[in-house]
């Protein structure tokens, strides 16, 4: 895993770090192997990771096919020294 520091900026770089680690699911590794886990927990874990698979991938497919309604999309926040939106900046 690579993350560039550019100019200096450790905090970013960190930061980004943190977020690939977190969608790769290090932590939630790492915190389920603090501890022992009994056989019977695993397989009761590993199957309630099963049903919300096959939930999230019915609820997909139903969503494709039209029978649900896509989910609303987020708008995404101003960044700050940025313009809102593409080519609303000033013109020089």
């Known amino acids: 895993m690579l993350v560039v520091v ?8 960190l930061r980004a770090l943190k977020r690939k680690l977190q969608r790769e699911g290090v932590f939630r590794e790492m915190r389920r ?3 022992y ?3 019977s927990e695993r397989k009761n874990r590993e199957k309630g990771e ?4 096959a939930r999230k991938a019915a609820r997909k497919a139903a969503q494709r096919e039209g029978l649900l309604p896509m989910p609303k999309k987020k ?4 960044r ?9 900046g000033t013109a020089g």
């Open 80 to 88: 700050p020294g940025r313009p809102a939106t593409p080519g609303t």
């Open 50 to 53: 099963a049903v919300r698979r």
């Open 37 to 39: 886990e009994k056989p």
């Open 33 to 35: 192997r603090r501890a």
């Open 6 to 13: 550019r100019e200096n900026n450790v905090d970013q770089a």
């Open 75 to 78: 708008p995404m926040p101003a």
